[in-house]
């Protein structure tokens, strides 16, 4: 069992920048890798970013490649999600998650096995 915990979420205006964080806590020794997924207003939850905890691979959906990067700092049990260039397509409920085992498809909503509770983004236009 993992709890996580993000935070970092705001008001932002379009063009502007800001960190997510999510910290875990519980099995993280067991975790094979964490995600960051969004929820716009009327639209299914869908992939942001995803990385290995062991050797730092990362993933990213088309939609925010070359504005968002996902980081951790494994001493801190903390996944980031810099979002640059921020735009009002952007604007959702970010969710953080985790994958104990391993898995092919890390961009799906159902292999996760923990998440967080969430943090608003808003991006104004």
């Known amino acids: 069992q993992v709890q996580l915990v993000e935070s970092g979420g705001g008001l932002v205006q379009a063009g502007g920048s800001l960190r997510l964080s999510c910290a875990a806590s519980g099995r993280t020794f067991s975790a094979y890798a964490m995600a960051w997924f969004r929820q716009g207003p009327g639209k299914e939850r869908e992939f942001v970013a995803a990385?290995?905890?062991?050797?730092?691979?990362?993933w990213y959906a088309d939609s925010v490649k070359g504005r968002f990067t996902i980081s951790r700092d494994s001493a801190e049990n903390t996944v980031y999600l810099q979002m640059n260039s921020l735009k009002p397509e952007d604007t959702a409920v970010y969710y953080c998650a985790t994958r104990q085992s391993v898995s092919y498809y890390l961009r799906q909503r159902g292999v996760y096995d923990d998440w967080g509770q969430g943090t608003q983004v808003t991006v104004s236009s």
């Open positions: 990385i290995r905890w062991s050797g730092g691979s990362t």
